[in-house]
């Protein structure tokens, strides 16, 4: 339960216990209405109605006879009630009839009165006494602002190592020296060699750079402090650089160490830019941290590790040398390495005998460690939902899709049949370009079925990783965009809107082509405009106009030539192939979805008259 909302429950509760006191205490209910007068008292002991009657100082208490419910009567202070009652005309006779009683004065009667008159002071007091407590822990909280946040992770009993670390070779041995240098630092003490003070990891989201530095505490054996870089800053200004402060005091007492400061681009962006909610408590605690980076010594046995990924945001006095003076890239793993990480995340899942892992990783370009993670769990939550006792290739072919395309298959959308047979031709048309183009990447999949917001997919899946990509690969790209479009112009006579997101994609590809890569005949190797980059966002929020407009004439006749030359190419393409266009629309609306094998045999011919003539296109 939540100590705030206990504390705050009891105070409640004094409140209600006080006002209550206090109600009472000032309303008490009278004594029972059943009271007489003495004088009737006299009177009723003449009748012989009385019994008995107990006496306590002024009070009296008279039972009669047929009633165990006494009557409530005062006396005179100070006189004998047998005289009052003789005074008033009762003879010996009559009360000698009565058994009267005296019992002695009790002082409980008085301490409970007392205790009712004083627990409403007692329960404010102990209010305020509650709330004045709490303002003094609130002024420790205070104070408490500047202690370090950081999580501190003992090396005695190491969760990760370098061998829960796959894909990331490179990395692996750049960090060994800061290991080796934790574990056995006289020996490059003895060589005046100088381990850096500070490692920054570079690289994409999800590859891997908490899990790295974790590894590097996990081997050396050392205390591990993690802290994230938005932790330093607070809405008063000093409160980070105290906290950097205390954070590199409880370093040096615990060393040798490592501090791992995750997003350091939170604390450490560039000073004095006026950008992305700059302020002083930022550059405080920036300060703050390059102040305590020179305080290390030789023998201080603490190093630094960072992650980010935009380093081209940070501040220049972070990355001198002396400071952060060894960067490490973490980039998107290559084939081998997706295999090494998909290795690491099937270990205690159970795996049926058809899943090639080989196949995933070569089927997976561009995907990081999260990536791949999130591939086998979503492999592993389909099986469930399927009952089955293991994972098999179908789920991780499913899973793969699920990522690639953007969603799981969304059957039940309504589509009428004029549009199914619509996204048919337009996803025929993509997959046969893909196929009879060279450079472009081979066809894996073609489906109908909807996925997110599009009504069908044409997956291609590059046979290895490109790092280098050629003029002649952007080309057959474009035309591969075009495929879905003129199929539909050829086959129906008009066009919908289904290929806005193959235009955005082909334009942006082509100008790419003009303005960035150099690629344009006419243009020649020449960067056109000048994109800068907010250093905050790490996006292109502008283009300076370093060109005059007759270059930007020239660049966007270049761009609709390279755009016109590939739609005749893909025009005279669909066209010659007009017949295999209209039995793969047929294929497709009678099975929805084709796989490469599928579709070869399809296109040519080897699948017998099954959809020869088996759809006549009709305008729509």
Not at 15 to 37: C, D, S
Request: one cysteine or more; hydrophobic letters at 40%; a neutral charge.
């Amino acid at each position: 339960m939540n100590a705030n909302w206990t504390r705050n429950a009891f105070v409640y509760l004094l409140i209600i216990v006080a006002a209550a006191a206090l109600f009472f205490n000032i309303y008490r209910p009278g004594e029972t209405p059943q009271a007489i007068t003495i004088s009737d008292v006299a009177g009723r002991i003449r009748e012989g109605e009385v019994s008995r009657i107990v006496v306590r100082e002024e009070e009296m208490r008279v039972f009669l006879r047929e009633s165990e419910t006494p009557l409530i009567s005062r006396k005179e202070r100070n006189i004998p009630l047998i005289r009052t009652l003789q005074g008033m005309g009762v003879t010996p006779t009559q009360l000698g009839r009565v058994n009267i009683v005296y019992e002695p004065p009790s002082g409980s009667g008085n301490w409970f009165a007392l205790i009712i008159n004083l627990l409403p002071l007692i329960l404010i007091a102990g209010l305020f006494l509650f709330l004045f407590r709490q303002s003094q822990s609130g002024s420790n909280q205070a104070l408490s602002f500047g202690k370090s946040k950081a999580r501190l992770f003992t090396g005695d009993m190491p969760t990760v190592t370098f061998g829960d670390v796959a894909g990331s070779d490179e990395a692996k041995q750049e960090l060994e020296e800061v290991v080796e240098f934790l574990k056995e630092p006289q020996k490059f003490v003895a060589l005046g060699a100088r381990i850096p003070k500070g490692v920054l990891l570079v690289g994409p989201p999800g590859t891997g750079k908490t899990l790295m530095a974790k590894a590097v505490s996990g081997e050396a054996g050392v205390p591990f402090f993690s802290i994230s870089g938005s932790e330093f800053v607070e809405m008063f200004v000093g409160v980070g650089a105290s906290r950097v402060r205390d954070l590199f005091e409880q370093a040096k007492r615990n060393s040798p160490c490592i501090i791992f400061i995750d997003e350091i681009d939170a604390v450490g962006r560039y000073r004095g830019t006026g950008l992305g909610g700059s302020h002083d408590e930022r550059e405080q605690t920036l300060n703050q941290i390059l102040v305590e980076m020179d305080g290390f010594g030789t023998d201080t046995n603490v190093i630094l590790i960072a992650a980010t990924n935009r380093p081209d945001i940070l501040d220049p006095a972070l990355l001198r040398p002396g400071r952060f003076d060894r960067r490490v890239t973490m980039d998107r793993p290559d084939m081998q390495g997706r295999r090494q990480i998909l290795d690491v995340h099937v270990k205690g899942k159970p795996l049926a005998k058809d899943v090639d892992l080989n196949l995933i990783a070569r089927q997976t370009p561009g995907f990081v460690g999260a990536d791949l993670e999130n591939l086998v769990n979503e492999a592993a939550i389909l099986t469930a939902r399927r009952n089955k006792r293991a994972i098999t290739m179908s789920e991780m072919q499913e899973s793969i899709e699920r990522i690639a395309m953007g969603g799981p298959e969304r059957r039940s959308r309504l589509v009428t049949a004029k549009e199914r047979k619509v996204v048919a031709y337009h996803e025929a048309g993509h997959a046969i370009v893909a196929y009879l183009v060279k450079h472009a990447d081979p066809l894996r999949k073609v489906s109908i079925v909807p996925r997110g917001s599009a009504g069908g997919v044409t997956l291609t899946v590059p046979e290895q990783d490109r790092y280098l990509v050629p003029r002649s690969y952007f080309v057959d790209r474009i035309a591969v965009a075009l495929g879905g479009r003129i199929a539909e112009e050829l086959t129906f006579g008009d066009i919908s809107n289904g290929a806005s997101g193959d235009i955005q994609q082909l334009t942006r590809m082509a100008r790419a082509m003009v303005t960035k890569y150099g690629m344009s005949e006419v243009m020649g190797p020449l960067q056109i405009g000048r994109q800068d980059d907010n250093v905050f966002l790490g996006r292109e929020i502008s283009e300076q106009r370093d060109y005059s407009e007759e270059v930007a004439e020239q660049v966007d006749e270049e761009v609709r030539r390279i755009v016109s030359s590939a739609y005749q190419r893909v025009r005279q393409m669909l066209t010659t192939y007009r017949s295999q266009l209209d039995i793969v629309a047929a294929a497709l609306l009678e099975r929805e979805t084709l796989d490469s094998e599928e579709f070869i045999e399809i296109f040519e011919g080897r699948a017998g008259e099954e959809f020869h003539g088996s759809i006549a296109p009709q305008p729509v």
